[in-house]
């Protein structure tokens, strides 16, 4: 709140756009957090602008800051965490910060997407080419829904051709293209394959697949998964309103040295939410993330730390 009022005050232009529940809407997995009206009306009182987009029937679940768009200075702050203080006391999270002004174009051009049409299935449909840093990492963008299934596609790609590791952090893991490529590379085996998942929401998932026929083969291939690898699996507090949320939310794939990372669960809903997944090409940053993929995996039952 501090923060907000402070750069108001300095004639900044703040602006912030947030998920609407409405009764009826379905619950996602796992469900987002309730609004705090209160905490919003109080933003807008000293001038920072706001726009519910309705989480009708796909959810506004983006997680970002662009700052200072429009000035070598502009910056990208991307990743899992809502603004809820049980996603910085109770969750697994992680957020990257992009220094990058091409990056920080391409986020503010979703951005005023949304918000001059708050349609969550008219949003996304930003073709974005890799995008080369100041360090000559690259990086490539994807919003969804409207490049849902080419996210998707690379994704299965990535871990289709890794050769050394795939690492794997997400409160659920359905995806058709994603949970089948996986399960094809852990029974030819030669790669090294490990990760997390929330299991109270694997769980609850797992039930709905029971009542689908023509889901029998993700049950399947999930189960082959977790047999032939040693995946973590938090057993976290199950939703109701008013609970607190414990969930494991960190999102995050690692496919040799590959590394995507952003608001999507590796799931079918995210591909028809609004979501934004930052690819990466860098030997140090899949190494840094596949460290706190193993760290979060241990801590919940997967394969022990080396010297642990």
């Given amino acids: 709140m501090a923060a907000f009022q402070a750069a108001v005050q300095r004639s900044v232009h703040v602006r912030l756009m947030f998920n609407q529940d409405h009764p009826g809407s379905k619950v996602p997995d796992p469900p987002p957090s309730e609004i705090d009206w ?169 039930r709905q697949w029971g009542s689908q026929a023509a889901a029998s083969w993700k049950i399947a291939a999930f189960h082959s998964i977790i047999a032939a690898t040693q995946f973590g699996s938090k057993r976290s507090t199950p939703y109701a309103v008013g609970s607190i949320h414990d969930f494991m939310h960190a999102k995050i794939l690692v496919a040799d040295d590959y590394v995507y990372a952003g608001s999507f669960n590796l799931s079918h809903s995210g591909e028809q939410n609004a979501e934004n997944v930052v690819q990466i090409e860098s030997h140090a940053v899949a190494e840094m993330c596949s460290a706190y993929i193993d760290r979060v995996a241990a801590k919940y039952g997967g394969r022990p730390l080396v010297g642990s």
């Fill in 38 to 206: 209160a905490f919003v009306d109080q933003l807008k009182s000293f001038g920072v602008e706001v726009k519910a987009i309705p989480g009708v029937p796909d959810l506004m679940h983006h997680k970002y800051v662009v700052r200072d768009a429009g000035t070598p200075q502009a910056a990208v702050l991307t990743g899992s965490a809502n603004w809820t203080n049980d996603s910085w006391n109770r969750e697994e999270n992680v957020i990257f910060t992009i220094a990058s002004p091409d990056v920080a174009a391409l986020f503010k051009q979703n951005f005023e997407e949304l918000w001059q049409n708050p349609v969550v299935a008219q949003s996304g449909r930003i073709s974005a080419p890799w995008q080369p840093l100041a360090d000559s990492t690259r990086v490539r963008l994807y919003f969804c829904p409207g490049r849902g299934l080419k996210l998707v596609h690379a994704m299965a790609r990535s871990i289709a051709s890794a050769r050394r590791r795939i690492r794997i952090c997400s409160p659920v893991l359905t995806s058709g293209p994603v949970l089948g490529t996986i399960a094809e590379v852990v029974e030819h085996g030669g790669v090294d394959v490990s990760g997390v998942y929330d299991a109270t929401q694997m769980d609850q998932v797992q």
